[in-house]
């Protein structure tokens, strides 16, 4: 369970990171260096448990402010999937965390 946890943390905070960079003609530098930090803090909840949450709360955030800035509008079947994946490795945290 903690392999699987690690790679969707890893997975997610480096396909976020990857997207910010690619969409960096498209988007505002603020939107760009708060998608980086908090994919750090994601991956640094692999070693500071408690990061975990605030980091998939600020990439939702970021999600937000990316579709904002990019179509004018929320885009929410993205924002949706974002959600399901956050809520995925929650579960896998919340249980780890419990023993």
Same mark, same amino acid.
């Given at each position: 369970?903690?392999? &699987?946890f690690a790679i @969707?943390?890893?997975?997610? %905070?480096?396909?976020?990171?990857? /997207?910010? *960079? #690619?969409?960096?003609?498209?988007?505002?530098a603020w939107l760009?260096?708060?998608?980086?930090?908090?994919?750090?803090? &994601?991956?640094?909840? @692999?070693?500071?448990?408690? %990061?975990?949450?605030?980091?998939? /709360?600020? *990439? #939702?955030?970021?999600?937000?402010?990316?579709?904002?800035?990019?179509?004018?509008?929320?885009?929410?079947?993205?924002? &949706?999937?974002?959600? @399901?994946?956050?809520?995925?490795?929650?579960?896998?945290?919340?249980?780890?965390?419990?023993?």
């Open positions: 369970m903690r392999i &699987l @969707l943390v890893v997975a997610y %905070a480096g396909l976020m990171a990857t /997207a910010a *960079l #690619l969409s960096r003609h498209k988007i505002p760009i260096v708060g998608t980086f930090a908090f994919s750090l803090c &994601l991956l640094s909840g @692999l070693f500071w448990p408690w %990061a975990i949450p605030l980091g998939l /709360a600020g *990439l #939702l955030a970021a999600a937000v402010g990316n579709g904002l800035a990019l179509y004018g509008h929320v885009h929410w079947p993205h924002v &949706l999937v974002r959600v @399901l994946l956050s809520v995925i490795i929650l579960g896998l945290w919340w249980k780890i965390q419990r023993g």
